[in-house]
């Protein structure tokens, strides 16, 4: 138990996020205590979270990783279950997490994702900084802090890992191909700003030939041809990334 005698803390990032949030939150209560995070929220995400949890933490934050070491400090429970706002709990991953905190064999655990593009389910093909199969997600305070980046920020473990659960979580990541399209540019920008903040984005032949790699390995490798046209561009999105990403750095000038 922690010194305030809660033992499971849910963490959840917001932003302007009130049409999903609610059907987030709802799956959280087998938690000790749920904090939200609210990153520049103009819409109504804080009066949905208020119905669910006292604990807000409201702000403005420009890199990703800072904002969930923001939630990730605010947690007054032993262990943290971290979420996005676009997840979701089902009753046999929750059932899951209280065994393993409740005898856990290590400080950090694995969650397997299911990730959803609209209504369906795509298996295959994710990778490259473009989708995630699974995510250090249950871990004990203290063993989990985030680098600084913007997007993808590098993560720093302490602890000893433990067995990756069963369970996945329901990860609604897209709406449409169109809106994974405007992740890439998202993404890309985002991390363009990263690359000029570091002082080296690489060289421009170097991540041409990152296509190719990027590409059989999402589209082959994992097995994305399985998935049809969603596994093509999940790949294609995620070749396409390193060099967008260097070209934006090297081409437009940072804000």
Known sequence: MSKDGLQLSALVVAHNEEAQL??????????DETVVVLDKCTDDSKTVAMDYTDRLIEGSWERDGERRNAGIEACLGAWIFEIDADERVPDALAGEIRAVIESPDGDIFNIPVDNYVGDRLVRHGWGGLFGKNGYPGLFRKGVKVWGRERV??????????????????????DRDISDMLMRLDRYTTLRALDLADSGDIGSFPNMVRKIFSRFWKCYVSRRGYREGGHGFVIALCAALYPVLSHLKAALEPAP
Do not use: N
């Open 152 to 173: 993808h920020p590098h993560l720093h473990v302490s602890g000893r890992q433990g067995a990756d659960l069963k369970t996945p979580i329901s990860h609604y990541i």
């Open 22 to 31: 609610a059907a987030r939150l709802e799956c959280l209560s087998f938690a």
